[in-house]
């Protein structure tokens, strides 16, 4: 059984791609598509989730120096990240508030269990630090990656239409909002409208996940605590 999940994996991925390029329709989007495919050859093959988890582990373990890859555009765009570093610190950082105290703020308003709100709360990061930041806060760190997945389907399917409904026209406008509102799936979509895009992208989704770790420090332990 070793390796065997991490290849059907795998090839379930590159099949849910191939027809969300044919047939460009949410439901067919491949973080959407691909985990329906695999919970349901998971429970015909009455596998547990714990063999499963322990079988594609590698591929778990290949988050980080994917995410450390986005570092690539940016080093080539680094004269233009210069130019408004200003702009950006103060977007993304925005950004990182609104998504804290927007996810604090509906999960209370749905009254929603501790556990809960604490897994939701790191959601607008990438998966490897989400999980991290979810771990210190007391969240449970699988619920979390659920959560990252659904918001990164979300504002990559919903992204593009805001950005053309707000005729938002800039390179460094696009990457940023899409990089903040859906991490590296925005990312993704955003080397779909050019390389600036995917540069500003890949930094909103970087300094976005450090901004959260301080803001997690600062902000979430008494958002929790005068929740209890």
């Known amino acids: 059984m070793m390796f065997l999940f991490t290849i059907v994996t ?3 991925y590159r099949v849910s791609k191939k027809v969300h390029t044919k047939w460009n329709l949410f439901f067919f989007h491949p973080l959407l598509l691909a985990p329906i495919l695999l919970i349901i050859l998971i429970s015909v093959t009455h596998v547990t989730a714990d063999q499963y988890l322990a079988d594609t582990k590698w591929l778990t373990h290949l988050l980080g120096p994917a995410t450390v890859a986005f570092a690539v555009p940016i080093y080539k765009h680094l004269k233009i990240i210069k130019k408004y570093v200003g702009t950006i610190i103060i977007s993304i950082t925005s950004g990182s508030l609104v998504a804290i105290f927007s996810t604090y703020g509906l999960s209370k308003l749905f009254h929603l269990k501790y556990d809960f709100i604490t897994s939701m709360l790191p959601r607008s ?6 999980i991290e930041v979810s771990k210190e ?3 449970l ?3 979390t990656t659920v959560f990252v997945i659904i918001t990164g389907i979300i504002g990559s399917i919903v992204g593009p239409s805001v950005i053309k409904g707000l005729s938002i026209k800039t390179p460094i406008a696009k990457g940023l909002a899409l990089g903040m509102g859906a991490h590296g799936a925005g990312t993704n979509k955003a080397f779909e409208y050019g390389n600036q895009e995917a540069t500003f992208s890949s ?7 450090l901004i959260t770790l301080i803001w997690g420090a600062l902000l979430i332990p008494p ?6």
């Open 10 to 12: 795998f090839i379930i």
């Open 125 to 130: 990061i990438t998966t490897p630090i989400a």
């Open 137 to 139: 806060i007391g969240g």
């Open 141 to 143: 760190p699988t619920l």
């Open 203 to 209: 930094l909103a989704m970087i300094f976005a996940a």
């Open 223 to 228: 958002l929790m605590h005068f929740s209890v």
